[in-house]
């Protein structure tokens, strides 16, 4: 009964080499050997992706850190000026154009 799902369920290119052999353990050992160059080239393409994905994760989150902790200074900058430019209508204009400059 399996033999016969085995052979019912390969593919045409596959058929050929099966037929005729009559225990199962034969069968699986020619599917292996069919795939098994298929099945590991697949593995390594995809623990390539990974490690790219991994790196392209971290380059990402380093650059996220970069620009919060820059956003976090200017931010203070920004409060620098304020408190130095209270009470000036001109200043505060040049401090209000550079908060939208560092945003």
């Not at 199962?24 to 593995?43: P, Y």
Request: charged share 35%.
């Amino acid at each position: 009964m399996a033999l016969r799902i085995l052979q019912q369920s390969v593919s045409k290119t596959i058929y050929p080499r099966i037929y005729g052999l009559k225990k199962v353990n034969e069968v699986w050992d020619v599917i292996k050997k069919e795939f098994k160059g298929v099945i590991e080239g697949d593995l390594y393409k995809a623990t390539e992706h990974l490690e790219r994905l991994r790196q392209f994760i971290h380059e990402r989150r380093r650059k996220i850190q970069r620009l919060l902790i820059k956003n976090h200074e200017n931010s203070q900058s920004i409060e620098e000026l304020r408190r130095s430019c209270h009470g000036s209508k001109s200043r505060q204009k040049v401090v209000n154009s550079t908060e939208h400059t560092f945003c």
